[in-house]
């Protein structure tokens, strides 16, 4: 079972299918930065037209039995997530409304300070904020999956210790590997792994040991040595994958329309664009690189299997639903 | 089984538990009457809240299942409409997401001319427009039933026709019996029936032979008549019931945004507000006077059984669904 828990492509027949060759049976997609409600409805709405176009290819993802319906049909379920809480505005009514219409992940904070927590981008973390501390307690209610990917340490700590469900960082690597602004230090990911939560490893240059030029060794054996200080089962993969997107994209990421001046994000004036992956890992027909270099590593066939798949199915199956 | 299909009341526990009382199994309860997309997520919003705070008495109602979930556990099963398609704007891919948050009824048209027809007051009816023929189609896909119950003769026709799944006339009466501007000809009711569409029997008094001095006979008689007609098994109840509401509330539902002058709809400057109800049907708890009167009309018991409940049951089995 392979599982992707981030992807924002530039959606296409030609990538849905590429999931298939990868043998990819579950990804989870991003439907928003910036967008407020109403255009992220704009967003579930474009998906529909995809399952609806693309029924042999694609299926729409609610909970972890979708990913068996899936296997079973030769599909890839798609989960929908946000990178930002910007689609529930400034009402907590929109939680259940969102979860609703199929959103599992929501990340508290893309980079800089929200309503509800503080970016990994702003000088200060001052931790969940009021509105915060009401909201994970509803998105623990419905079922929609707290994500700290892009928020602050002490953000990301409070959150994980409030949360009465695992929260996930679904996609960055361990700081200790790369220094990375957006990589999690250790007292993080233990935070998060200790509470039940997942870590979902990134292969976006920027967040990677030598940027494009990381080895696969050298990614993997990063994996195997979290895997002995955080927990196999903890870990899983969040590709970030941000295949066939123009780079005024990557723009819409950074800057959304918060700034009128440019903010570079991870990169610099001199290399503004997305950045280039990695030769191992071009697009989801590369999965079996990252898998057989697992099993390299000397982790276990079980082990692997988890990280691969396994481990986001199970915390899928325990926390996509409403509570009790 | 009872189930009412349309009450617009100004909810509160005292009219839940009232819907206990007269065991009502489910209603349909109409959410929107002029609000755009984003105001009717606020009332979706709202019985959630509802749905929260009662669990004991109502629930949210998807699928003719929830109404026998709603009848084992002593609750009341809660089914959403509108009465104009304000809700999806001008956004054909709103239909999807509607039904996706437990939409299962949408009026084309409330009185006035809309997006996708026209209304029973305009002095002209163009039948089905070019994005109205549209959206029936998706409404077909999806599951979202057609109802006609305020629209003209000639668009409610050609709904019946054009719709590939049965549509509704959820509150009304024969205009044979009572000839106001709401109630339905003969030709209408014929082509929603023969096309295995429901007719539900209004309450309200401004549909009633002599209004609020209607006698509980002369509402049976007629229903048993409109029977012997067009076949019981397409005939149910859906009330109109608007307890507990202030007039301001029928002066938005006659007026909302479209106009700065007033419009009495049904009523008239003498008499503005909201009509007083028969005395044999004040609330959810007078269910068994109408039951018992269409008993003593000669109806047969499984006639009446269907006509207080499983009529709308099988209807909401057969098109709640997505086709397919």
Same mark, same amino acid.
């Not at 043998?23 to 967003?43: M, S």
């Not at 590593?297 to 325990?318: K, P, Q």
């Given at each position: 079972?392979?599982?992707?828990?981030?992807?924002?492509?530039?959606?296409?027949?030609?990538?849905?299918?590429?999931?298939?060759?990868?043998?990819?049976?579950?990804?989870?997609?991003?439907?928003?930065?910036?967008?407020?409600?109403?255009?992220?409805? &704009?967003?579930?709405?474009?998906?529909?037209?995809?399952?609806?176009?693309?029924?042999?290819?694609?299926?729409?993802?609610?909970?972890?039995?979708?990913?068996?319906?899936?296997?079973? #049909?030769?599909?890839?379920?798609? *989960? *929908?997530? *946000?990178?930002?809480?910007?689609?529930?505005?400034?009402?907590?009514? &929109?939680?259940?409304?969102?979860?609703?219409?199929?959103?599992?992940?929501?990340?508290?904070?893309?980079? @800089?300070?929200?309503?509800?927590? #503080?970016?990994?981008?702003?000088?200060?973390?001052?931790?969940?904020?009021?509105?915060?501390?009401?909201?994970?307690?509803? %998105? @623990?209610?419905? !079922?929609?999956?707290?994500? %700290?990917?892009?928020? /602050?340490?002490?953000? $990301?700590?409070?959150?994980?210790? &409030?949360?009465?469900?695992?929260?996930?960082?679904?996609?960055?690597?361990?700081?200790?590997?790369?220094?990375?602004?957006?990589?999690?230090?250790?007292?993080?990911?233990?935070?998060? $792994?200790?509470?039940?939560?997942?870590?979902?490893?990134?292969?976006?240059?920027?967040?990677?040991?030598?940027?494009?030029?990381? $080895?696969?060794?050298?990614?993997?054996?990063?994996?195997?040595? $979290?895997?002995?200080?955080? /927990?196999?089962?903890?870990?899983?993969?969040?590709?970030?994958?941000?295949?066939?997107?123009?780079?005024?994209?990557?723009?819409?990421?950074?800057?959304?329309?918060?700034?009128?001046?440019?903010?570079?994000?991870?990169?610099?004036?001199?290399?503004?664009?997305?950045?280039? %992956?990695?030769?191992?890992?071009?697009?989801?027909?590369?999965?079996?690189?990252?898998?057989? !270099?697992?099993?390299? #590593?000397?982790?276990?066939?079980?082990?692997?299997?988890?990280?691969? /798949?396994?481990?986001?199915?199970?915390?899928?199956?325990? @926390?996509?639903?409403?509570?009790?």
């Amino acid at each position: 079972m392979r599982i992707d828990n981030l992807q924002y492509a530039n959606w296409s027949e030609k990538i849905f299918r590429q999931l298939r060759e990868g043998g990819v049976d579950a990804i989870h997609v991003t439907i928003a930065y910036h967008e407020n409600f109403r255009e992220t409805v &704009l967003n579930f709405e474009k998906w529909n037209r995809w399952f609806e176009q693309y029924p042999d290819l694609i299926m729409k993802g609610q909970g972890a039995s979708d990913i068996d319906v899936a296997r079973e #049909t030769g599909r890839t379920a798609v *989960f *929908f997530g *946000f990178q930002n809480p910007s689609p529930i505005e400034d009402d907590i009514g &929109l939680v259940e409304i969102v979860h609703t219409l199929g959103a599992r992940f929501m990340q508290l904070t893309y980079n @800089n300070q929200s309503l509800l927590a #503080t970016g990994c981008y702003e000088a200060e973390d001052m931790g969940i904020t009021r509105m915060g501390k009401q909201v994970i307690k509803e %998105m @623990n209610r419905v !079922g929609l999956v707290v994500d %700290m990917s892009h928020s /602050g340490d002490r953000s $990301t700590i409070e959150a994980a210790d &409030l949360s009465e469900r695992p929260i996930a960082i679904t996609h960055a690597n361990p700081h200790s590997w790369s220094p990375a602004l957006r990589n999690k230090k250790d007292d993080v990911i233990r935070a998060v $792994t200790q509470n039940g939560g997942m870590l979902g490893f990134s292969v976006y240059p920027h967040h990677l040991k030598d940027k494009g030029d990381c $080895t696969l060794e050298s990614f993997c054996e990063m994996i195997a040595r $979290t895997a002995e200080q955080f /927990g196999a089962e903890h870990l899983g993969i969040g590709t970030d994958l941000c295949q066939d997107q123009p780079d005024s994209i990557v723009e819409w990421m950074r800057v959304g329309r918060w700034t009128k001046e440019i903010d570079y994000g991870e990169g610099s004036a001199s290399a503004p664009g997305f950045p280039d %992956m990695p030769h191992w890992f071009r697009d989801n027909r590369d999965f079996g690189n990252i898998e057989n !270099g697992l099993l390299a #590593t000397g982790l276990s066939e079980d082990e692997v299997a988890g990280i691969m /798949g396994r481990n986001w199915y199970n915390f899928y199956a325990e @926390n996509f639903s409403p509570r009790g």
